[in-house]
Each structure stands twice: as structure tokens, then as C-alpha cells.
């Protein structure tokens, strides 16, 4: 969905599961931003209550498609810069990935017994 804000366009976009299945995210193309909220975390571990760990990385894929020049993320300042945006791309893919086999073991046990 796309609405202005005065003369800005903001998108408003679906790009996967990720924290939960209803992630949108806010995309400004005139300024090259994106608003993300809990997919893309930095120094701060994702809240993964209701997460979609096997699609998380894909949608984290969509999301640095777009190479924007900063995020707003679910908590903290803003990520300024690509570098700062890799970075918390890949930190988030590196915690749900390091989460999830952890999250399936402890499942299994509980199935288990």
C-alpha cells in the first residue's frame, strides 16, 4: 500500500514473516529509509515469542534488497549509514540462526516427554 504524506510516498509493505506473521515494513524511497521495527534489531535481542525462525532470513533478504541508507529499528536509535545497516542485518540473521536450533532441541525434549 503507498500513502503521502504531503508530497513524501510511503510504502507500506509485506516483505515475509519474520517476528511475527504480520510484519510490514515502512519504506520512504525519497529518503532511502525504512522503517522495520522488530525484523532488523541492533544490540538488542529480537523478541521471538511469536517469530517465524525458518522464514526470518528470507525476509531479512527482502529487506536489504532494498540497500537503504538507514533503519528505524524495534528498539534503539536509528541505524545510520550501510554500514550500520549491514551490520544489523546480519546481527539479527546471526541471532535468530543461533536461536532457532537451540529453540527446536528444547521442543523436541518437551515432545519427547
Not at 525476509?59 to 536509535?77: E, M, N, Q, S, Y
Request: one cysteine or more.
Amino acid at each position: 500500500m503507498t500513502i503521502y504524506l504531503g508530497n513524501r510516498r510511503v510504502d507500506l509493505m509485506h516483505l515475509g514473516r519474520a517476528h511475527t506473521a504480520g510484519d510490514i515494513v515502512a519504506h520512504v524511497p525519497d529518503q532511502n529509509v525504512m522503517f522495520t521495527v522488530d525484523i532488523v534489531e541492533y544490540h538488542s535481542a529480537c523478541y521471538c515469542g511469536d517469530g517465524y525462525f525458518n522464514e526470518w532470513s528470507n525476509t531479512l533478504d527482502a529487506v536489504k534488497w532494498f540497500d537503504v541508507d538507514a533503519i528505524a529499528p524495534g528498539r534503539g536509535g536509528a541505524l545510520v549509514g550501510k554500514e550500520m545497516v549491514e551490520t544489523a542485518i546480519e546481527s539479527t540473521r546471526d541471532f535468530v540462526a543461533s536461536t532457532y536450533p537451540a529453540l527446536l532441541q528444547k521442543l523436541q525434549l518437551a515432545v519427547a516427554h
